[in-house]
């Protein structure tokens, strides 16, 4: 099947599996909260993040609280995901440069939320797609990277590569789609190990289907 007939077909067929409006399972009510959750969740499971962030924006209500943090403060409340002491000083980090050279308002463009510290392709895609409804390109997390690789819609494993693969295929009003709903198939379905082909909506269109 040609890569963008099947990407269509894949869409399709897990848009019916998946119901609703896909949607990151990040936790948060404002942009700024999707940064710092996003941040976070990079070798975190989201269902680890959303017990932190529950708890942190409690605690930490505006930009202004997290840049007034010391990162050490903030290493404590952060401690239970991995990397936290490097995420507790980007987010630190991030908070103060977003004061200081965006009035306080997370960025609306790529090329804006990569300078921040802690934020690279993936972290800004989750931010525009789901925050600001903008398709830049395709958040490329350990799912996507994985599926993508077993459907044969990429050969590649850097995150990049599978990014420029992906959005050549896949129509732009759907690259925030694509991310969300290969990430919950490959949280339910077609996991890392063991995957279930007998519930895989996709099995006949997969070429991995034998594995």
Request: charged share 25%; with cysteine.
């Amino acid at each position: 099947m040609e890569k963008k007939k099947q990407v269509t077909e894949i869409l399709k067929r897990l848009k019916k599996e998946y119901a609703g409006t896909p949607q990151t399972a990040l936790h948060y009510s404002a942009p700024f909260e999707l940064l710092v959750a996003t941040i976070l969740s990079a070798q975190t499971t989201d269902v680890q993040v959303n017990k932190v962030t529950e708890k942190l924006f409690r605690k930490y209500r505006t930009m202004e609280d997290f840049a007034n943090s010391s990162p050490e403060k903030l290493e404590q409340d952060v401690a239970s995901v991995n990397f936290y002491r490097n995420k507790a000083r980007n987010i630190s980090n991030t908070a103060k440069m977003l004061l200081s050279q965006y009035s306080g308002n997370v960025p609306k463009t790529m090329e804006e939320l990569i300078t921040l510290p802690g934020v690279a392709r993936k972290t800004a895609n989750i931010v525009l797609s789901s925050a600001y409804g903008i398709n830049e390109g395709i958040a490329v997390d350990t799912h996507v990277k994985r599926l993508a690789n077993r459907l044969g819609l990429t050969k590649y494993e850097d995150p990049v590569k599978i990014e420029s693969d992906l959005v050549k295929i896949t129509p732009r009003k759907e690259w925030g789609n694509l991310s969300h709903l290969l990430i919950f198939h490959g949280r339910k379905v077609c996991t890392a190990r063991n995957p279930d082909h007998g519930s895989c909506t996709l099995f006949n269109i997969c070429p991995s289907n034998h594995i």
